[in-house]
């Protein structure tokens, strides 16, 4: 396990901290005080640790809100970080210094972000609703690498437990075989504590049917989505964490405590283990993906924060 030493990183005692390859970037907006679920905004930071999750250092963003997304582009070779509240995205390059942000990608609800191959930026709005305070489209935004808008998509949700989350997690693959492999066609996606597992064909432009669809009956729900390199979807499943096939078959259920909260999931650019994140209690672990072993941990103390990881390539 790792010494978590993160809250010496402050906004009063901001220290130099660049992006190494295999470093992990997680969501963590800093407040003093004891936090609610239901105001839990602070000053926009992304923790940055090595990849055995001991802490190197915090991004600042210059924002009031939540961090929600997190994702490096390996085209563009920059960390882009959104935040739900203060409806902003901002870039990071390797040396841990904040880029100009685009203009275009500003002034919406926006959460998880997904980088295709070619260096498009694909954005989900996290909100769906027209009632204060939930108020957002809940669409698909497509931006090329320049930051100029290319499309947006009016996507299928998934009331979920809760009524008002739009898009809050997806991945992007090729849509079929003969589609171009520079590009990343099609988005696999979820609503927050729903049941399904959507997906758009964003070079068509049309919703496609269901990947497939959790049992009514059983108590997971959708939290967080990632792909293996063989094609499997891992899922933070809200009380743990699953492996399923792309026809919903469940694969692998993995040992990991069953405390509510387990959302934020990315598989290791290596393919070979994945990072789980608990939002409720600041649990951050990476465990094989074969075995469910844990392989290094970080008890962040950082409760309601914890909604996105990435990994620096």
Same mark, same amino acid.
């Given at each position: 396990?790792?010494?978590?030493?993160?809250?010496?990183?402050?906004?009063?005692?901001?220290?130099?901290?660049?992006?190494?390859?295999?470093?992990?970037?997680?969501?963590?907006?800093?407040?003093?005080?004891?936090?609610?679920?239901?105001?839990?905004?602070?000053?926009?930071?992304?923790?940055?640790?090595?990849?055995?999750?001991?802490?190197?250092?915090?991004?600042?963003?210059?924002?009031?809100?939540?961090?929600?997304?997190?994702?490096?582009?390996?085209?563009?070779?920059?960390?882009?970080?959104?935040?739900?509240?203060?409806?902003?995205?901002?870039?990071?390059?390797?040396?841990?210094?904040?880029?100009?942000?685009?203009?275009?990608?500003?002034?919406?609800?926006?959460?998880?972000?997904?980088?295709?191959?070619?260096?498009?930026?694909?954005?989900?709005?996290?909100?769906?609703?027209?009632?204060?305070?939930?108020?957002?489209?809940?669409?698909?935004?497509?931006?090329?690498?320049?930051?100029?808008?290319?499309?947006?998509?009016?996507?299928?949700?998934?009331?979920?437990?809760?009524?008002?989350?739009?898009?809050?997690?997806?991945? +992007?693959? /090729? =849509?079929? @075989?003969?589609? %171009?492999?520079?590009?990343?066609?099609?988005?696999?996606?979820? *609503?927050?504590? $729903?049941?399904?597992?959507?997906?758009?064909? +964003?070079? /068509? =432009?049309? @919703?496609?049917? %269901?990947?497939?669809?959790?049992?009514?009956?059983?108590?997971? *729900?959708?939290? $967080?989505?990632?792909?293996?390199?063989?094609?499997?979807?891992?899922?933070?499943?809200?009380?743990?964490?699953?492996?399923?096939?792309?026809?919903?078959?469940?694969?692998?259920?993995?040992?990991?405590?069953?405390?509510?909260?387990?959302?934020?999931?990315?598989?290791?650019?290596?393919?070979?283990?994945?990072?789980?994140?608990?939002?409720?209690?600041?649990?951050?672990?990476?465990?094989?993906?074969?075995?469910?072993?844990?392989?290094?941990?970080?008890?962040?103390?950082?409760?309601?924060?914890?909604?996105?990881?990435?990994?620096?390539?």
């Amino acid at each position: 396990m790792s010494i978590n030493d993160s809250m010496r990183f402050t906004s009063d005692n901001i220290l130099p901290v660049s992006l190494e390859t295999g470093d992990v970037c997680i969501a963590a907006s800093f407040s003093e005080g004891e936090v609610d679920i239901r105001r839990n905004s602070g000053e926009g930071r992304v923790l940055v640790y090595d990849k055995d999750l001991n802490v190197k250092g915090a991004l600042w963003t210059g924002e009031q809100g939540l961090v929600i997304g997190l994702e490096y582009c390996a085209q563009s070779l920059t960390l882009f970080v959104s935040d739900v509240s203060s409806q902003t995205v901002k870039r990071f390059s390797r040396d841990g210094n904040m880029m100009p942000a685009f203009p275009a990608m500003q002034g919406k609800d926006f959460g998880v972000i997904a980088a295709a191959r070619n260096g498009d930026i694909v954005i989900g709005e996290h909100i769906k609703g027209d009632k204060f305070p939930f108020i957002g489209g809940g669409e698909i935004y497509q931006f090329g690498g320049d930051g100029m808008l290319r499309n947006h998509f009016a996507a299928e949700h998934d009331p979920g437990k809760f009524g008002f989350h739009g898009v809050t997690n997806l991945l +992007l693959t /090729a =849509g079929d @075989q003969s589609s %171009d492999q520079t590009r990343d066609q099609k988005a696999v996606y979820i *609503s927050e504590t $729903g049941k399904r597992v959507m997906q758009y064909d +964003l070079a /068509a =432009g049309c @919703q496609m049917e %269901d990947l497939f669809v959790l049992s009514d009956e059983d108590e997971k *729900s959708t939290a $967080g989505i990632a792909m293996t390199p063989d094609g499997d979807i891992l899922m933070g499943t809200v009380y743990g964490a699953c492996l399923f096939s792309q026809k919903g078959g469940l694969l692998k259920t993995y040992d990991i405590p069953k405390e509510r909260g387990w959302s934020a999931v990315r598989v290791s650019r290596d393919g070979a283990n994945f990072f789980v994140a608990n939002f409720f209690t600041g649990r951050l672990e990476k465990r094989s993906l074969d075995t469910g072993q844990v392989i290094a941990s970080a008890d962040t103390g950082l409760v309601y924060r914890l909604a996105s990881i990435a990994e620096i390539a």
